[in-house]
T-cell receptor, first 114, second 117 residues
């Protein structure tokens, strides 16, 4: 069975700092990869996704992620965070040909100080 | 267009009771998935339905069941509730189909928060 590890459970940054959230997965086959975000009081929403092609994918609000197949990693980055990026971030993996079944990491709570 | 709608939003039950949660997907979406979210376990996959058929199932006991209707609306049921079933139950829909590769983006509802006393 696949699993997803997010190494940072809580991250506190000041505005304008750079962000990198780690995500590693274990699965022997080909996967689709996602980052979801949950802002305070809101529902989960998709931040970005990787299916194939260019391993550097760009999402909404200036976020990007890089898929490194050899490291089974899909780290999330943002050059300069804003207070409005305060949220919980979830990495998820979806084995190809498994429908919409996602395995989520445990999440990283990001707090950005103004 | 309207998002994923889950009802009820909050409910309180006692041990041994059963509960039914409802999910209306985004119009046109035929795939509906259910997840359980708890502080300790995070988001865990319960099951996925597509065209009234269960396409995937997570590792939950048989007390957890679901179904999907012809209009794509879905319900999940938990029987003989236990304290550990207290959680936020999330429903997500997508436009994925059997012919769609890769899978569609999941659109989540706000969840049904179940408290078991």
């Amino acid at each position: 069975a696949q699993s997803v590890s997010q190494h940072n459970h809580h991250v506190i940054l000041s505005e304008a700092a750079s962000l990198e959230l780690g995500c590693n997965y274990s699965y022997g086959g080909t996967v689709n990869l996602f980052w979801y975000v949950q802002y305070p009081g809101q529902h989960l929403q998709l931040l970005l996704k990787y299916f194939s092609g260019d391993p550097l994918v760009k999402g909404i609000k200036g976020f990007e992620a890089e898929f490194i197949k050899s490291k089974f990693s899909f780290n999330l980055r943002k050059p300069s965070v804003q207070w409005s990026d305060t949220a919980e971030y979830f990495c998820a993996v979806n084995p190809k040909s498994s429908g919409d079944k996602l395995t989520f990491g445990t999440g990283t709570r990001l707090a950005v100080r103004p | 267009k309207a998002g994923v709608t889950q009802t009820p939003r909050y409910l309180i039950k006692t041990r041994g009771q059963q509960v039914t949660l409802s999910c209306s997907p985004i119009s046109g979406h035929r795939s509906v998935s259910w997840y359980q979210q708890t502080p300790g376990q995070g988001l865990q996959f319960l099951f996925e339905y597509f065209s009234e058929t269960q396409r995937n199932k997570g590792n939950f006991p048989g007390r957890f069941s679901g179904r999907q209707f012809s209009n794509s609306r879905s319900e999940m049921n938990v029987s003989t509730l236990e304290l550990g079933d207290s959680a936020l139950y999330l429903c997500a829909s997508s436009s994925s189909s059997l012919r769609t590769l890769p899978p569609g983006e999941l659109f989540f509802g706000e969840g049904s928060r179940l408290t078991v006393l």
